[in-house]
């Protein structure tokens, strides 16, 4: 197998099999310091940086606590505004990155252009993690994700997937790429201005995914084993910044998940995830039902960050 040390984290297209359930038994072994919130010392002598030119909750804050869980130190951006990114100078990524990389020794970044951390890769001489570009891919998300359900449900085969949301979505992207590598069908559910692109059908296709798309959560609910949902009312991915004017629509039935239709439809030992931020398409009296794991996937993305950091510090192997 390949080794993590000094490699990008940029898509899960790149990603072999074996490859995921090293990172997964890497975040186990790792998991108890995160669970009896402690720091411990593995990466005391390293840096992480943080460059963030789209809003963030968890992404950059799991990956800042990972770091701390792991010893070692942080610097960075939030917002890219008080950068000479984002003023008058609209620096480049070029010249952004080559100073990014004497400030530390790993670089997580979020960008609103897709390939934008591809193009930091290129010029950096240290790891550069995906923290989610534009439309293009949410890597990190979708290891916490399939961590979230290899440890609920002890395996990845044969489980069967509903997605719900925006399959033009960065995390959907990931999600495909992600189970080409394991044996779990899955059903898509999307508005019609929301479904997946052709393009993206051709590389699930090309990469032998088993998927079939459906219009109502309905319809395809029952025998989903694990249910993935994005929000369908959401900002433009593509945009710095995306602030809210006005009213908002509200979810349509088609991609809601309610306490009700859990209840009555979906499997009893069903486990639904959401990324978050959410909408209304999850509703907060789904949170307590035992069907809910968006708060332990949320857990996870701290114990996941935690692995690929260490792991792409060539800290642990
Ligand atoms: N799930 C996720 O990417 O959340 P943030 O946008 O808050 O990072």
């Given at each position: 197998?390949?080794?993590?040390?000094?490699?990008?984290?940029?898509?899960?297209?790149?990603?072999e099999?074996?490859?995921?359930?090293?990172?997964?038994?890497?975040?186990?072994?790792?998991?108890?310091?995160?669970d009896?919130?402690?720091?411990?010392?593995?990466?005391?002598?390293?840096?992480?940086?943080?460059?963030?030119?789209?809003?963030?909750?968890?992404?950059?804050?799991?990956?800042?606590?990972?770091?701390?869980?792991?010893?070692?130190?942080?610097t960075?951006?939030?917002?890219?505004?008080?950068?000479?990114?984002?003023?008058?100078?609209?620096?480049?990524?070029?010249d952004?990155?080559?100073?990014?990389e004497?400030y530390?020794d790993?670089?997580?970044?979020?960008?609103?252009?897709?390939?934008?951390?591809?193009?930091?890769?290129?010029?950096?001489?240290?790891p550069?993690?995906?923290?989610?570009?534009?439309?293009?891919?949410h890597?990190?998300?979708?290891?916490?994700?399939?961590?979230?359900?290899?440890?609920?449900?002890?395996?990845?085969?044969?489980?069967?997937?509903l997605?719900?949301g925006?399959?033009?979505?960065?995390?959907m992207?990931?999600?495909?790429y992600?189970?080409?590598?394991f044996?779990?069908?899955?059903?898509?559910?999307?508005?019609p201005?929301?479904s997946?692109?052709?393009?993206?059908?051709?590389?699930?296709?090309?990469?032998?995914?088993?998927?079939?798309?459906?219009?109502?959560?309905?319809?395809?609910?029952?025998?989903a084993?694990?249910?993935?949902?994005?929000?369908?009312?959401?900002?433009?991915?593509?945009?710095?910044?995306?602030?809210?004017?006005?009213?908002?629509?509200?979810?349509?039935?088609?991609?809601?998940?309610?306490?009700?239709?859990?209840?009555?439809?979906?499997?009893?030992?069903?486990?639904?995830l959401?990324?978050l931020p959410?909408?209304?398409?999850?509703?907060?009296?789904?949170?307590?039902?035992?069907?809910s794991?968006?708060?332990?996937?949320?857990?996870?993305g701290?114990?996941?960050?935690?692995?690929l950091?260490?792991?792409?510090?060539?800290?642990?192997?």
């Open positions: 197998m390949r080794s993590f040390a000094g490699r990008d984290i940029l898509s899960l297209k790149e990603f099999r074996q490859e995921f359930f090293r990172i997964f038994d890497v975040a186990d072994r790792l998991k108890p310091i995160a009896n919130r402690q720091n411990s010392d593995l990466c005391a002598d390293k840096t992480l940086v943080t460059a963030f030119y789209q809003p963030s909750t968890r992404t950059r804050l799991a990956h800042e606590a990972a770091m701390h869980r792991l010893g070692g130190h942080v960075g951006f939030s917002d890219a505004k008080m950068t000479r990114a984002g003023d008058f100078y609209q620096e480049s990524i070029k952004t990155v080559k100073m990014l004497f530390g790993v670089i997580v970044m979020r960008h609103f252009q897709q390939g934008a951390p591809h193009e930091a890769a290129k010029w950096a001489s240290i550069v993690i995906n923290g989610g570009d534009g439309w293009g891919e890597p990190t998300q979708i290891l916490t994700d399939l961590y979230t359900v290899y440890r609920e449900k002890g395996r990845l085969d044969g489980l069967k997937w997605a719900v925006d399959m033009r979505m960065r995390t992207h990931s999600l495909g992600a189970l080409s590598q044996d779990c069908p899955i059903t898509l559910v999307s508005p201005d929301m997946p692109t052709d393009e993206f059908k051709a590389e699930l296709k090309q990469y032998s995914v088993n998927f079939k798309v459906a219009d109502h959560v309905e319809e395809a609910i029952a025998d084993d694990v249910i993935l949902v994005e929000p369908v009312v959401q900002p433009d991915y593509t945009k710095s910044r995306d602030e809210r004017s006005g009213d908002v629509s509200l979810t349509p039935a088609n991609y809601r998940i309610t306490r009700e239709l859990l209840s009555t439809k979906a499997k009893s030992d069903a486990i639904l959401h990324s959410r909408m209304d398409e999850i509703p907060p009296d789904v949170d307590i039902t035992r069907w794991r968006y708060w332990q996937e949320a857990y996870n701290v114990v996941m960050r935690m692995a950091i260490a792991l792409v510090l060539g800290k642990m192997e």
